[in-house]
């Protein structure tokens, strides 16, 4: 019954490393997106994929890479991670409707602690 | 520049008070939508409302209303009669048409962490 689900919902690792997010809904929707939240509640999006088409790039360092293998997928690829990387994640789905805002359905979050 | 502002950081109410959250928004934009979601304890962003431009009729779903007003760039939401289970953080954004003619970035108030209490 799960509409966008993430996996997974905590990751802690160390400086430097690389680490990976998943996500996938079953919505039927077309298009996907990453939002970060950091430690005040500050909800920034970062990228959205159309189906598998990046449609928006927001001014993210290019250590983060979002990947969608189908439009039911976007997973989020974190190189060299840095202690400022440490915030909640979200991913949330969508219809894209032209000429209209559709809603946003979104994950759990994914809370990523970098030491 | 902030495009949806949440001056209310916090809100302290006590149970069955009313309370109304503000949010002011800034758009050069004749067609644009509003957004008000939920961020209860568990942490999860439940959707609340959408509100187009062209929409100014208030609406009201159960204790829950708002208020939108185009002269005031605001869009106001209202609970009433609050509960303990309404303890949350509220977020208004805002969406506008961007490059790709698309609606669908959301730009995100601070948001406002409401506590009622028993």
């Known amino acids: 019954d799960t509409a966008v689900s993430q996996t997974p919902k905590y990751l802690v690792t160390q400086m430097g490393n690389d680490k990976s997010i998943k996500c996938e809904q079953n919505l039927g929707h077309d298009t996907m997106y990453w939002y970060k939240q950091d430690s005040k509640k500050f909800l920034k999006i970062m990228f959205s994929y159309n189906n598998k088409e990046l449609i928006i790039n927001e001014t993210v360092p290019n250590r983060f890479s979002p990947k969608s293998p189908d439009k039911a997928h976007l997973n989020l690829h974190i190189n060299s991670l840095e202690l400022g990387d440490s915030a909640v994640y979200f991913c949330?789905?969508?219809?894209?409707?032209?000429?209209?805002?559709?809603?946003?359905?979104f994950g759990p979050g994914t809370r990523l602690t970098v030491l | 520049a902030q495009k949806v502002t949440q001056a209310q950081t916090e809100i302290s109410v006590v149970e069955k008070e009313d309370v109304t959250l503000d949010c002011v928004y800034e758009t050069r934009d004749t067609t644009y939508y509003l957004f008000w979601y939920k961020q209860p304890p568990s942490g999860e962003l439940v959707f609340l409302i959408r509100r187009n431009s062209f929409d100014e009729q208030n609406e009201i779903s159960g204790r829950y209303s708002w208020n939108f007003q185009k002269s005031t760039s605001s869009f106001n939401f209202t609970i009433t009669a609050s509960q303990v289970v309404d303890s949350a953080v509220y977020f208004c954004?805002?969406?506008?048409?961007?490059?790709?003619?698309?609606?669908?970035?959301?730009?995100f108030g601070a948001g406002t962490r409401l506590a009622v209490h028993p």
């Open positions: 954004a805002l969406s506008e048409r961007w490059t790709s003619g698309g609606y669908n970035k959301l730009i």
């Open positions: 949330a789905s969508s219809l894209l409707g032209q000429g209209r805002a559709n809603e946003q359905f």
